[in-house]
Nanobody, 116 residues
Framework: QVQLVESGGGLVQAGGSLRLSCAVSGRTFSSYVMGWFRQAPGKEREFVAHISWSGGSTYYADSVKGRFTISRDNAKNTMYLQMNNLKPEDTAVYYC?????????WGQGTQVTVSS
């Protein structure tokens, strides 16, 4: 059973930066297409960014393009989300998961709060 553990969230002022991490258990992390997702209060979970198994291809939601960078380290079974120039509308619980062939059980997520 794959387990996902997100970390790195916190409280930051608008314009600040955070780096989220996603640790994935299992020996086949490098074969997964992975993604970051977020859920704001009262809203549905939404897609944020996507990275291919090798890290060579990435894709972003328009709302974060140019501000967020997704990356992965397959040797460490870990994926990252560098978030710069954060805005209050980025406030949400951030989750990682596989983004192809179905989701794994969701982790607990990590809270990101951006104050204005």
């Amino acid at each position: 059973q794959v387990q996902l553990v997100e970390s790195g969230g916190g409280l930051v002022q608008a314009g600040g930066s955070l780096r989220l991490s996603c640790a994935v258990s299992g020996r086949t992390f490098s074969s997964y297409v992975m993604g970051w997702f977020r859920q704001a209060p009262g809203k549905e979970r939404e897609f944020v960014a996507h990275i291919s198994w090798s890290g060579g291809s990435t894709y972003y939601a328009d709302s974060v393009k140019g501000r967020f960078t997704i990356s992965r380290d397959n040797a460490k079974n870990t994926m990252y989300l560098q978030m710069n120039n954060l805005k209050p509308e980025d406030t949400a619980v951030y989750y990682c998961n596989r983004n192809l062939l179905g989701f794994f059980p969701w982790g607990q997520g990590t809270q990101v709060t951006v104050s204005s």
